[in-house]
């Protein structure tokens, strides 16, 4: 869960049949909404270079936040944070700058995000992140809106997320 080891040891991986429960992990997935759209209007190659910027600024306040990049899904991502407090501060940060209004990188987003154990496994020779906890944090896009971040019953019972949004 450190970027710092997922930079230097990028190819390294868990041996073969090889998970290791990683205990507990505060799961995010931020997804762009209208993609589909956004490349009808712009084309393939000027949507793919905004495409870029928006993976490169995801990266940049992802680590701000001390949490890593476990992979992308087409246009979505998948972070992960040992401290929810940071995930939710992250993900204020996230729905902020992906508003729609940076002629840069003019796309809005949604975010969901769950907590829970995890186990760590071999995926198409990287390490990835597999369970229900991630399971639900995925799913819990399809009930988010725009601007909008969903969070789960089991991430806002955690003491400092309860207290920071009271």
Same mark, same amino acid.
């Given at each position: 869960n450190f970027s710092e080891f997922r930079e230097i040891f990028s190819d390294e991986t868990l041996a073969y049949g090889i998970s290791i429960d990683i205990g507990i992990q505060n799961i995010l997935f931020i %997804?762009? &909404?209208?993609?589909?759209?956004?490349?009808?209007?712009?084309?393939?190659?000027?949507?793919? +270079?905004? #495409?870029?910027?928006?993976?490169?600024?995801?990266?940049?306040?992802?680590?701000?936040?001390?949490?890593?990049?476990?992979?992308?899904?087409? %246009?979505? &991502?998948?972070?992960?944070?040992?401290?929810?407090?940071?995930?939710?501060?992250?993900?204020? +940060?996230? #729905?902020?700058?992906?508003?729609?209004?940076?002629?840069?990188?003019?796309?809005?987003?949604?975010?969901?995000i769950n907590r829970g154990s995890c186990l760590a496994v071999n995926l198409d020779t990287l390490i990835d992140y597999f369970g229900q906890t991630v399971n639900v944090a995925s799913k819990l896009q399809t009930f988010t809106d725009s601007g909008e971040i969903s969070l789960t019953e089991e991430f806002t019972n955690e003491p400092s997320v309860s207290g920071y949004l009271r």
């Open positions: %997804d762009i &909404v209208g993609s589909t759209e956004y490349y009808k209007n712009f084309g393939d190659t000027e949507a793919f +270079k905004t #495409i870029r910027k928006y993976f490169i600024k995801v990266n940049e306040i992802t680590k701000a936040y001390n949490g890593v990049i476990v992979k992308t899904i087409g %246009d979505a &991502v998948m972070l992960s944070f040992p401290d929810p407090l940071e995930a939710l501060r992250c993900s204020i +940060k996230l #729905i902020s700058t992906f508003d729609g209004s940076d002629s840069e990188v003019p796309l809005t987003t949604r975010i969901s």
